[in-house]
């Protein structure tokens, strides 16, 4: 039995203070239970083979259970992440697309920075591209309309 958590569902809502989670083996005709238990426990080793294998061939080591279990699942890594050639905004390899993100992006910032400076200044009729989200979702400033579609 799973109780229901103490955040995000009103204590008077319609989600059961409790639930019974029930697991069962997949019916795989011509096996029985047991059968099916061997076969999926076969194809698990035999896919944690490969990944250690492939960890093995490309110079990285695998964390096997106890390390894992052994971990602080509080803990953050100790080494910072390569950064990438693509920007996490714009990730396409097609050299034209690119190129055309790229460019609306930066006429969107563009037209962004300039109005958030006049809208800090305390102007308030201030137009905001399309595309702004948090102030407009929080601040409810206006903003331009979409294209047409």
Same mark, same amino acid.
């Given at each position: 039995?799973?109780?229901?958590p103490d955040v995000?569902?009103l204590? &008077?809502?319609?989600?059961? !203070? +409790?639930?019974?989670l029930q697991?069962?083996?997949p019916? @795989?005709?011509g096996?029985?239970? +047991?059968?099916?238990?061997?076969?999926?426990e076969?194809?698990?080793?035999?896919r !944690? $083979? !490969?990944l250690?294998?492939?960890a093995? $061939?490309?110079?990285?080591?695998?964390?096997?259970r106890?390390?894992? =279990?052994?971990?602080s699942?509080f803990?953050?890594?100790?080494t910072? !992440?390569? *950064?990438?050639? =693509? %920007?996490?905004?714009?990730?396409?390899?097609d050299? #034209?697309?690119? @190129?055309?993100a @790229?460019?609306?992006? %930066? =006429?969107?910032?563009q $037209?962004?920075?300039?109005?958030?400076? /006049?809208? /800090? $200044? #305390?102007?308030? &009729?201030?137009?905001?591209?399309? #595309?702004?989200?948090a102030?407009? *979702?929080?601040?409810?400033?206006?903003?331009?309309? #979409?294209p047409?579609?």
């Amino acid at each position: 039995m799973i109780a229901r958590p103490d955040v995000f569902f009103l204590e &008077d809502g319609e989600t059961p !203070e +409790t639930v019974v989670l029930q697991t069962v083996c997949p019916a @795989i005709e011509g096996m029985t239970p +047991t059968e099916v238990a061997r076969e999926i426990e076969r194809r698990v080793r035999e896919r !944690e $083979q !490969e990944l250690r294998a492939g960890a093995k $061939q490309a110079g990285r080591s695998f964390m096997g259970r106890a390390a894992v =279990l052994a971990k602080s699942p509080f803990a953050s890594p100790t080494t910072k !992440e390569p *950064r990438r050639k =693509l %920007s996490p905004r714009i990730a396409t390899k097609d050299k #034209g697309l690119r @190129i055309r993100a @790229i460019e609306r992006l %930066s =006429l969107f910032l563009q $037209q962004y920075r300039a109005a958030f400076s /006049r809208w /800090r $200044q #305390g102007l308030r &009729d201030v137009l905001f591209p399309f #595309g702004t989200y948090a102030l407009r *979702r929080f601040a409810a400033v206006p903003c331009a309309p #979409g294209p047409a579609p």
